[in-house]
């Protein structure tokens, strides 16, 4: 596989929104995984760094969301979608899957700890209405 190839093959990955840039390493990895790229590890790593700067450049086409990235109103939203579970940890799953929904809808990268981070936030949500109503 051409060098070229290798490049075009790791923007593709840089552009997924379900994709976040950790290390040279873990994108070679999401190379074998998401295109079947599987040659030589030191090469394409080094093809990787050489490019770091244009990779770098298109990987930051997909903005990461920050806490003003879902509004209040779209939490309580997800809190009356989620409240009807019993179960927490379905009620937390089902959350999750709206929070990632919503922010690829907005065109942001789907970063895991910001889904925490709002998952905790409907989890508050919930509690505080439940208080607020005696239960």
């Known amino acids: 596989m051409s060098e070229r190839e290798i490049l075009e093959a790791?923007?593709?990955?840089?552009?997924e929104q379900d994709y976040v840039f950790s290390t040279w390493k873990s994108l070679r990895i999401a190379l074998g995984l998401?295109?079947?790229i599987y040659e030589d590890k030191k090469v394409v790593e080094d093809i990787l760094r050489r490019h770091s700067k244009e990779l770098?450049?298109?990987y930051r086409q997909i903005p990461e969301p920050d806490e003003g990235s879902i509004s209040e109103e779209e939490l309580q939203m997800?809190?009356?979608?989620?409240k009807g579970g019993k179960d927490r940890w379905v009620r937390r799953y089902r959350a999750r899957e709206l929070v990632r929904r919503l922010l690829r809808e907005k065109g942001f990268r789907v970063v895991d700890s910001f889904v925490e981070r709002?998952?905790?936030?409907?989890?508050r949500l919930l509690e505080e209405e439940m208080q607020g109503v005696g239960v």
């Open 10 to 15: 790791a923007k593709e990955v840089l552009l």
């Open 118 to 123: 709002m998952v905790r936030k409907v989890e």
């Open 34 to 36: 998401r295109k079947g």
């Open 56 to 58: 770098l450049e298109v």
């Open 78 to 82: 997800i809190k009356e979608e989620v």
